[in-house]
């Protein structure tokens, strides 16, 4: 993802040049001062680019989005099932082939079949000039910083409803796929020895809880505003999966949270309407994100942060191991990635001290402070800004937006725990805090998905 941000931003640059010297040139025709053109097109929100593919854009963009989606869901199964047919194949070329595939589709929808103005194409600017002068520093975790640029500009302008449905099949599918082929023999449980808990093909059962909370988010935010009864009953067997399968303690406090959140705002829709519930639920990121930095750095002068520590399985005296031995930088540190979790039998990673090498942040499973140890306060102040507008754009903009509103809550509350920060539409969903409430990318998904 890596080189597919640096190509986008170069032809983002580049286009916006030649748009501007077209809007210049135009203007010098028309015998008008350039800076009034080009203030006036600013002030009117007036498109950038309005001339490429005028008419087959959106339905090519709509294509691309739904090409990107396949690729990203699928290439998990798709590898176990080529090993399973061809061992060791998956290795030599699918990871490549999904490397150029997502890179052209990125480039298509970004610069082809998606229309900026140009505050949106300002307020894309300044974020990928942020995240440019982080990508640097922090070794092989660029795609922290890269993929979820790529995918805000992938699923800009595209109507997400079906996009939605699809993730949810495609989610559900790689947990089949991976669950058969455990089940029959063909692949290890989980990679790291769990008997007490299972993987069900996944490396980690916390993998596993990550899967299957993002398939009920998705599920949350197809069913709302038409949630029942039965949706509560699907969201308890979830818990109930992820509590006896995996033993997830943190996927089972996410999906409870999301579950709760359904199911108490389809009760009780004025409280979700008042602004202090809004702020509650918007403010979710910057509050845990703040506690959970709080809670490392002054871990062991409070009792009460020993308890929490415990609860947590250790992660905040790592977190505050590496806060105060391993030091961190405005604008990111580089990762060493020479250990791993497994680095010896009987050398737990929540017990090692410089054995394991305090600047190995990726270790760090304090989801907000790996974070910042990785890309820095700045980016991870943009981050928890950006999910605080989103979250509060979703839910003043109607009740048919409030399940995608409580799906980005709950990966806050996953984010506490684990530092995995993949899941598409979350990210996708940024670009309403990025390119503003006026953007297309629909803050109501029914009613966008029924326009003709």
Request: with cysteine.
């Amino acid at each position: 993802m890596k080189i597919t941000f640096y190509l986008l931003a170069a032809g983002l640059l580049g286009a916006a040049l030649l748009e501007t010297l077209w809007i210049a040139a135009s203007a010098a025709v028309r015998r008008r001062p350039v800076g009034a053109a080009l203030l006036e097109r600013w002030k009117n929100e007036e498109l950038f680019f309005p001339h490429l593919l005028p008419r087959v854009r959106p339905r090519v963009g709509e294509a691309l989005a739904y090409a990107f989606l396949v690729s990203e869901l699928c290439w998990s199964a798709v590898g176990l099932l080529i090993d399973q047919a061809a061992p060791g194949m998956s290795e030599a070329w699918p990871a490549v082939v999904q490397a150029a595939l997502s890179c052209a589709l990125v480039l298509a929808k970004g610069l082809g079949c998606t229309e900026y103005s140009g505050r949106q194409l300002a307020a894309l600017a300044a974020l990928m000039g942020l995240f440019a002068l982080i990508v640097p520093n922090v070794g092989g975790y660029a795609n922290y910083l890269c993929y979820p640029v790529c995918v805000i500009v992938m699923f800009k302008d595209v109507r997400l409803a079906g996009k939605l449905r699809l993730a949810l099949i495609l989610s559900l599918a790689d947990i089949a796929v991976h669950a058969a082929l455990s089940l029959a023999g063909r692949i290890p449980d989980n990679l790291f020895g769990w008997t007490d808990r299972m993987g069900l093909g996944y490396s980690h059962p916390n993998s596993l809880g990550v899967a299957v909370v993002t398939a009920l988010a998705l599920y949350i935010a197809l069913r709302y505003p038409a949630w029942r009864w039965w949706d509560t009953l699907v969201g308890v067997a979830a818990l109930v999966f992820l509590y006896l399968v995996p033993y997830s303690r943190t996927a089972v406090g996410v999906a409870a949270v999301m579950v709760v959140l359904a199911a108490a705002s389809r009760m009780c829709p004025r409280v979700f309407e008042t602004g202090f519930c809004r702020e509650c639920l918007a403010l979710s990121w910057p509050v845990l994100g703040v506690v959970s930095l709080w809670m490392g750095v002054f871990y062991g002068r409070f009792n009460i942060l020993s308890l929490a520590d415990k609860a947590l399985s250790g992660r905040l005296w790592f977190f505050n191991r590496a806060w105060n031995y391993g030091g961190w930088e405005w604008l990111g540190t580089a990762v060493d990635g020479t250990a791993t979790w497994g680095n010896s039998a009987d050398l737990s990673i929540w017990q090692a001290d410089a054995a394991l090498g305090l600047h190995n942040y990726h270790l760090v499973d304090l989801g907000y402070g790996f974070l910042f140890f990785m890309g820095g306060p700045l980016f991870l102040a943009v981050l928890l800004g950006g999910f605080w507008l989103t979250i509060r754009r979703l839910l003043r903009s109607g009740r048919e937006n409030w399940g995608l509103a409580i799906m980005c809550v709950g990966f806050g509350f996953q984010l506490v725990c684990e530092h995995i920060l993949l899941p598409v539409f979350p990210l996708a969903l940024l670009g309403i805090a990025l390119f503003g409430k006026n953007q297309k990318l629909p803050l109501s998904m029914i009613k966008t998905e029924n326009r003709p």
